[in-house]
């Protein structure tokens, strides 16, 4: 039976917080766009896609014909995507009983299959979802060891609301078959705060975030700021591409 960790009900009153007023790039911009082709006729799908910044990104920055799925905070998607002119086909649905016969170029996520347990069966959606030589980007959180303890520091419960024992490279290089390509499965970035706008350790500790935000600088200009670790990282990231290759 699939255990949801966060009731649909703490989604949406988390979205309806959302002020919407930036278009936030994802923490892995550089990696998207090293892998990801620029293509107007490729159709995208994000499963779990509200506030609805990522669908303004991929439209923007991809030029992808962007579809949303989510059941939780769709108003406040439709809003933030008014506001920056970007048309999206958007999927009021739980995504275990949603039914779809469209396959998309590009099937991505970011952070949503660790709220589940078991987990086979998010990945097997991201799988139907992605046509023959599609993409498929997966994002997760590191909240394990040094992050763990920042994360039950500042915001106690939180890993509660996560499926820890799969945040591992290899549990997401084990999902995919042999009809997938893996272009990238491993930790991302170094720093172990991941102060992006959707997933926020520091809360309103505004001084914290002034470190943090001066150490991020510091290694930055050092080239020492995409150093993958698995006691640091923000983040865990595949991109698998679906091809009719079948490796022996």
């Not at 406040?76 to 739980?94: A, F, G, P, Q, W």
């Not at 926020?200 to 991020?216: A, M």
Request: one cysteine or more; glycine letters at 4%; hydrophobic letters at 40%.
């Amino acid at each position: 039976m699939q255990k949801k960790l966060v009731p649909q009900e703490k989604w949406e009153k988390g979205w309806v917080n959302h002020t919407g007023h930036f278009i936030a790039k994802p923490s892995i911009d550089k990696l998207l766009k090293k892998y990801l082709p620029v293509n107007s006729d490729y159709n995208f799908i994000e499963l779990g896609s509200s506030p609805g910044n990522n669908l303004v990104y991929f439209a923007k920055t991809f030029h992808y014909n962007v579809t949303g799925l989510d059941y939780a905070g769709v108003d406040v998607t439709r809003n933030y995507l008014c506001k920056h002119n970007v048309i999206s086909v958007l999927v009021d649905e739980d995504m275990f009983e949603w039914k779809s016969e469209n396959k998309y170029d590009v099937v991505f996520s970011t952070g949503v299959v660790e709220h589940f347990d078991p987990i086979d069966t998010v990945f097997d959606i991201h799988k139907n979802a992605c046509k023959q030589g599609g993409y498929i980007i997966i994002c997760i959180p590191n909240i394990r060891y040094v992050n763990k303890w920042v994360a039950d520091l500042f915001n106690p419960g939180l890993s509660a609301e996560h499926n820890l024992k799969m945040m591992k490279p290899e549990i997401l290089r084990g999902q995919f078959d042999n009809q997938y390509e893996i272009l990238y499965c491993d930790y991302y970035k170094t720093s172990l705060l991941d102060l992006e706008p959707n997933y926020d350790f520091l809360g309103k500790r505004t001084f914290l975030k002034k470190v943090h935000k001066f150490l991020q600088q510091i290694s930055a200009a050092l080239k020492i700021d995409n150093i993958p670790n698995r006691f640091f990282s923000p983040n865990i990231v595949i991109v698998a591409r679906k091809t009719t290759q079948i490796t022996l």
